[in-house]
């Protein structure tokens, strides 16, 4: 209905918290990561009579939930995930968020929670980033002056940081206590920062170079005319048990592969490119199509694919297609692979070094153990966008 009231971040109430929570130090990072939020949380009300409630800038706190709530029954949640960095001239930036605001209205529009203008929801986000990250993300100061561009860029070791970027996890649950399998009729809307590692620097076994152990034919992730391209909890619980599996056995994640013919789509919950030579001699760099929605459109997919349509079309093709594990195996067998890597949030862009494939475990080239040439120069630019090395639309800087 037009009556109902739409999501307006310039209505926002602030309470600052009371009870300040402590910054982990650098070296309990490993340990305090992904479980360590901010001082904050924005949340906001939604109910199907009323549409959107003035949203709340409150302290990080636990969430009300009756046991009958839609989402603790029927999956009624969606997410998304984006990193908070602070630059090297010690601004805040954010990577591209009106993608991720966009994508979460698709997500949440799948599972039947309430629309809302994601342009609103960016700005909700900033003024969280705004209000926590000074504390969270401080600037590096040398004798009380923040240090100049191009000094400082390797912020590990700073006292007091969280890291040099904060995870930030807006999220939508179904919350009306209802058992019925129904439409839902109330939502809430939060938005949190959280501490984590950088994953993207090994494999979370340890070595250099993501195992990947590809998925058998029995182990669906996502299928046409589901929900793989939507950020919803249905979309990760059930890989859980496969993720498990294979990090006892070694493996850093699950390769997932689709259909008898072992179609190849994501690697854990990240995007999956391979770089090899033609049997022409044609240079490509391949992932797997987002037309069929088995496969997230992840932000750093999108922006991986543009920086090498744009600087690489000369050196190399990029091809979105539907491929299969057996082409994988075949490039390496006749030494036309070149390297693989995932894209994605949380592990950024992070090589591949093996993939177990059918009993047979397939090497890929990892130049000097650091990834491939191009994954590496990929990376770089992305992280010079990130941190304000280059300046780029793709950035969004955050005022404090």
Same mark, same amino acid.
């Given at each position: 209905?037009?009556s ?32 360590k ?7 906001c ?37 984006l ?57 590096r ?28 996890r ?11 399998v ?9 938005v ?15 070595r ?23 950020k ?14 294979? $990090?006892?056995? =070694?493996?850093?994640? @699950?390769?997932?592969?689709?259909? &008898?013919?072992?179609? +190849?789509? *994501? !690697? ?40 090498a349509?744009? $600087?690489?079309? =000369?050196?190399?093709? @990029?091809?979105e297609r539907?491929? &299969?594990?057996?082409? +994988?195996? *075949? !490039? ?35 130049g ?10 990929i ?17 969004l800087?955050?005022?404090?």
């Open positions: 209905s037009s109902l009231a739409e999501l307006d971040a310039s209505l926002l109430h602030t309470t600052p918290t009371t009870a300040p929570r402590s910054v982990p130090s650098p070296d309990s990072l490993e340990t305090a990561a992904q479980k939020c901010t001082d904050h949380m924005i949340t009300s939604w109910t199907s009579s009323t549409g959107w409630q003035t949203p709340q800038l409150v302290p990080f706190g636990p969430l009300s939930l009756m046991p009958n709530a839609s989402c603790l029954h029927y999956a009624t949640t969606c997410f998304e995930g990193k908070l960095h602070r630059g090297v001239d010690g601004r805040l930036r954010l990577f591209r968020p009106q993608l991720n605001c966009a994508r979460m209205l698709r997500s949440s529009a799948r599972i039947a929670l309430p629309a809302f203008p994601p342009a609103q929801l960016l700005r909700l986000i900033v003024k969280l980033c705004a209000a926590d990250a000074p504390k969270w993300l401080p600037r100061r040398r004798e009380g002056a923040v240090e100049e561009e191009g000094e400082g860029e390797d912020d590990e070791g700073e006292e007091g940081a969280a890291g040099r970027f904060l995870y930030v807006p999220a939508m649950i179904a919350n009306d206590a209802s058992l019925g129904q439409k839902p009729n109330e939502a809430l809307l939060f949190l920062l959280s501490c984590f590692p950088d994953l993207s620097r090994s494999g979370v076994t340890g250099p170079g993501l195992r990947l152990l590809a998925s058998r034919e029995e182990a669906v992730r996502a299928w046409p005319g589901g929900f793989g391209y939507a919803v909890g249905a979309n990760y619980g059930p890989t859980l048990v496969a993720q498990g599996e294979a $990090r006892e056995r =070694g493996y850093d994640q @699950v390769l997932w592969l689709f259909g &008898e013919n072992g179609v +190849v789509t *994501e !690697a854990g919950a990240s995007n999956f490119f391979v770089v090899w030579r033609t049997r022409e001699g044609r240079t490509q760099l391949v992932t797997a199509p987002v037309e069929e929605k088995i496969i997230l459109d992840g932000v750093t997919r999108r922006s991986v694919i543009e920086l349509r744009e $600087r690489c079309s =000369g050196e190399c093709e @990029v091809v539907t491929f &299969e594990m057996r082409e +994988v195996a *075949e !490039a390496v067998q006749e030494g036309r692979i070149l390297e693989a890597f995932t894209a994605g949030t949380a592990v950024f862009i992070a090589p591949v070094a093996e993939i177990h494939f059918r009993g047979v475990d397939l090497h890929i080239p990892m000097r153990g650091e990834g491939g040439l191009f994954a590496l120069q990376r770089t630019w992305l992280e010079d966008i990130m941190c304000g090395k280059t300046e780029h639309p793709w950035s800087v955050v005022e404090e």
